[in-house]
């Protein structure tokens, strides 16, 4: 079996990253109603991802398997004007498909992803997801991270 | 060939007998009541010793209440057999039946006790304070995927046999007669390419057991409503939320990652195992013919099984087994669940484990082997009484061998005490009908 590599994104691994990223919102879907998908989905995360890459503020790796993308990181580097530290890398999508699970694979992008965003300037890491995501809340605790900001949502549409 | 329920016949008898009995058990004491002043050895004052001696050693409860033989059937009445969800009060009846089956068949005394609770927590929390009451439980007729947690839970968290019959029942039974087909068609369990038809309760305990018993996760299949189960099937996620246990037999199955559906997952098979939605016509026979020779297919839905078993047959099926008593090869829990509660209760176990299931699976195998195989004959049938007690017994040796026995005994103890139970059991019934006073039910 071939190795797996962890990498920076490449323009040819768009079309299968962007099938990540559609599950990984998808999954986010299960969390809250907040986060009902739209229905171009799949055309969205394309233009998500074509427009990461050409960033310079902003992270995007894989996990490849020779031509398979098993996993997927993204972050962007953010000023954070009024606090210290100043410059914050948040990660806004890191997703690893069912099958590559449990092999560290989560934990290696991680620190792939953290390494790079401090060459880049970062001096803290905060990652966002859905409140009700356990898992990825388990996930993030296990590597020290902890609550810094409460995002409190409410409905107004058709009110 | 029968091709129609005598279901209207059965239903009418059911609703005037149910009205004229009022109800199908009742307690019955098991001591002499000589005079009046017996009273007071079995209450008050005298049971005030036995009290004190069981509040200061807790385990004496099996020993010197009726605790040893009683279980207790808890319901929600969510996932009532063919009925749906019912509400507690609703499924009252069916476990009444349940428990008349394992007093008849087991010599178990066996509490109806449907429930009237909000969700997983709640459940847990009501079997839990149960307990002291209980040598053990069965879990019945309760929604899966919440099922698999309940069962897990209450395993984990209480010292006392919990039993799903939907579960452990099915996929305990379906493994016996499993074990008969492979030997019949010169089959190992080990190297059988299997495929699971429905993944429901049953299908996934029994995906799950025939791993635990050895079979090959990489050739399994499984196949749900949206098509073959994958690790790469894009509601992964929505299944490690919402079905961890049906998302980690997507991780193990499958390991040529076939996709599509039935037709697809039937391919080179060597066991179907369809527990579904009733057919008759849900599998059609060119999906069997592209099983591989001297094929085994189990069509267990009822009332109508997926297909019907001599269209399998004429599709190419070497043996096939429905859940009817009125095909050859019923694959019946009601021979094994009165069985394994009884063989748990003679050793005062404090839990099924798989493994102790797969042993009653391997006696209930043996006993129809004993008796000569044949394409019809692969499991024993509900008059192959000697199966029940040596299913108890093979049952509570295991749980001696693997430490989850309270009571040290043999295996001859075990048999010849679950054989006179059961025995005395029927025999009470027939008296107390014979005697008139249980009459005769009305025309």
């Keep these: 079996m071939q190795r797996i590599t962890i990498r920076d994104a490449r323009g040819e691994d768009l079309r299968e990253s962007a099938r990540l990223v559609v599950r990984m919102k998808r999954l986010n879907e299960e969390f809250d109603p907040l986060y009902k998908v739209v229905g171009d989905v799949e055309k969205r995360a394309l233009k998500y991802l074509r427009e990461s890459i050409g960033s310079k503020n902003t992270v995007l790796i894989v996990a490849s398997r020779g031509k398979r993308i098993l996993g997927l990181l993204r972050a962007v580097l953010e000023d954070r004007v009024f606090y210290e530290p100043l410059m914050t890398g948040t990660i806004t999508d890191l997703y690893i498909l069912p099958e590559a699970r449990r092999k560290t694979m989560g934990n290696d992008m991680l620190q792939h992803g953290i390494k790079k965003l401090k060459r880049m300037g970062a001096e803290m890491i905060t990652a966002e997801f859905p409140a009700q995501n356990e898992i990825a809340v388990r996930f993030y605790h296990k590597r020290g991270f902890r609550a810094l900001v409460n995002i409190l949502a409410k409905e107004e549409m058709g009110q | ?443």
Aim: overall charge positive; charged content about 25%; some cysteine.
């Design chain 2, 1 to 443: 060939m029968p091709s129609k329920e005598p279901g209207d016949e059965y239903s009418r008898k059911a609703i005037r007998y149910s009205a004229f009995y009022g109800g199908k058990i009742g307690t019955a004491p098991k001591v002499p009541i000589r005079s009046l002043d017996d009273f007071s050895i079995w209450y008050t004052p005298g049971v005030a010793a036995v009290s004190r001696a069981i509040a200061k050693n807790r385990e004496l409860s099996f020993e010197y209440t009726n605790r040893w033989n009683t279980i207790g059937i808890l319901t929600d009445g969510t996932r009532v057999l063919g009925l749906g969800n019912i509400g507690p009060e609703g499924s009252l009846p069916v476990m009444e039946g349940k428990a008349l089956i394992y007093k008849y068949l087991g010599g178990v005394d066996a509490i109806p006790i449907p429930i009237r609770v909000d969700g997983v927590e709640q459940f847990v929390a009501t079997a839990k304070s149960l307990e002291p009451a209980l040598g053990g439980i069965n879990l019945e007729d309760i929604a899966s995927p919440k099922c698999f947690e309940i069962l897990e839970r209450l395993r984990k968290e209480m010292s006392i046999p919990i039993w799903h019959d939907d579960q452990q029942g099915t996929a305990g039974v379906t493994l016996a007669a499993l074990y008969n087909a492979l030997e019949l068609t010169d089959r190992d369990l080990r190297t059988s390419k299997i495929t699971l038809f429905g993944s429901g309760a049953a299908n996934i305990a029994t995906a799950k057991l025939l791993i635990e018993a050895g079979a090959d996760a990489g050739e399994m299949i499984l196949v749900d409503s949206k098509g073959v189960l994958n690790a790469e099937r894009d509601d992964m996620d929505q299944l490690l939320l919402r079905n961890r246990w049906k998302y980690e037999l997507a991780l193990k199955t499958n390991e040529a990652r076939v996709k599509g559906g039935l037709a697809e997952a039937l391919r080179n098979a060597d066991v179907l195992i369809a527990a579904a939605t009733p057919g008759p016509n849900l599998i059609k026979k060119q999906e069997i013919a592209r099983m591989n020779k001297r094929a085994v297919a189990f069509l267990l839905a009822n009332p109508i099984p997926e297909m019907w078993p001599d269209d399998a047959a004429a599709a190419g099926a070497e043996i096939v087994a429905t859940g009817r008593s009125d095909f050859p090869n019923q694959v019946n829990n009601s021979l094994l669940f009165p069985a394994a509660f009884r063989g748990v209760l003679d050793v005062r176990a404090k839990t099924i484990t798989d493994s102790m299931v797969i042993a009653a699976a391997q006696e209930m195998a043996k006993s129809a082997r004993e008796k000569g195989l044949r394409k019809n004959y692969i499991i024993p049938d509900m008059l192959d009484w000697e199966v029940l007690p040596r299913v108890a017994a093979a049952i509570g040796m295991q749980a001696q061998r693997e430490g989850q026995a309270r009571k040290k005994v043999s295996s001859d103890v075990i048999y010849k005490g679950a054989k006179k139970l059961i025995d005395t059991s029927r025999k009470i019934s027939q008296l107390l009908v014979q005697r008139g006073i249980i009459p005769a039910p009305p025309p």
